[in-house]
């Protein structure tokens, strides 16, 4: 039985970074929605196959690909594989992400560079293998990088997560401006607090961290987004597959909150 919700994405190949679980399988499901096949890039394949099996019911094709996203000479052989799997590539969504609640003065040397090399460093990896093949295959392209409201308006304990993420800003402005002559688009979202096991973790760390309840700490966090409710991994879906459609066309270079109101309360 096909759940399909419209043709926006009809025949597209989207790579989804981080696709196993949380924010990047509701980005999956919702572009097999919208009538996408999608390649997962994961360190996850066996978590990513369930991902796989969601997008094969919807009636689309998937593929999974055991990548870690610091990895350039990983990322390159996926990036190739990917295109021989499912055809010319034309969106891709770098979702993969890390977030450890962890104060400044704490923060290691270690810790901060780690954050960097999976937010930062691996979504400008998957960008620039995935770009140079949209741009041999001429196809009209798009790419939406997942970062954050951190980058913004970041809690205590987000230091090297919410710099890592305003990161990625910077390089998604960039990258709009370089792969505009390609017919190529360059887009972020920055999500508010969604419903995924990074969230569940960063509970139960701040939790301990401040002697208080996981609960407590959600309703805190909730009270400042203006809809005071949690988001749902598809939501930002909706708003990915905007960008990767042709209605997104005419938006490059921006960062869209999809948050609840939490960067405007
Ligand atoms: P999650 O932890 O539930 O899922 C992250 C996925 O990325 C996992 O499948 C994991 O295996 C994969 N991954 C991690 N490191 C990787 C690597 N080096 N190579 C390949 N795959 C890797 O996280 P969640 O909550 O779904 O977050 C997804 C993205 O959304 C992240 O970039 C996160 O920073 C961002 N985000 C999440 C928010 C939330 O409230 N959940 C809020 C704002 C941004």
Known sequence: MSSRTDDRLDGAHVVVTGGARGIGRGIAVRCARSGADVSLFDLRPDVAAETAERVREIGRDAAVFEVDVT?????????????????????????????????????????????????????????????????????????????????????????????????????????????????????????GTVDTPMVQQWLTERAEQHDTSEDRLLAEALDDHILDRIGQPEEVGHAVVLLLSEEGDWITGESIAVDGGYLKA
């Open 71 to 191: 990895d350039e000479a990983a990322v390159s052989e996926a990036v190739d594989d990917a295109r021989e799997g499912l055809g010319a590539i034309d969106g891709l969504v770098n979702n993969a992400g890390i977030q450890q609640a962890i104060p400044l003065l704490e923060t290691s040397e270690a810790e901060w560079d780690r954050h960097f090399d999976v937010n930062a460093k691996g979504s400008f990896l998957v960008a620039k293998h995935v770009a140079k093949r949209m741009i041999a295959d001429e196809v009209a392209g798009s790419i939406v990088n997942v970062s954050s409201v951190g980058a913004e308006r970041p809690f205590p304990g987000q230091g090297a997560y919410g710099a890592s993420k305003a990161a990625v800003l910077a390089f998604t402005t960039v990258l709009a401006k370089e792969l505009a002559e390609h017919d190529i688009t360059v887009n972020a979202v920055k999500p």
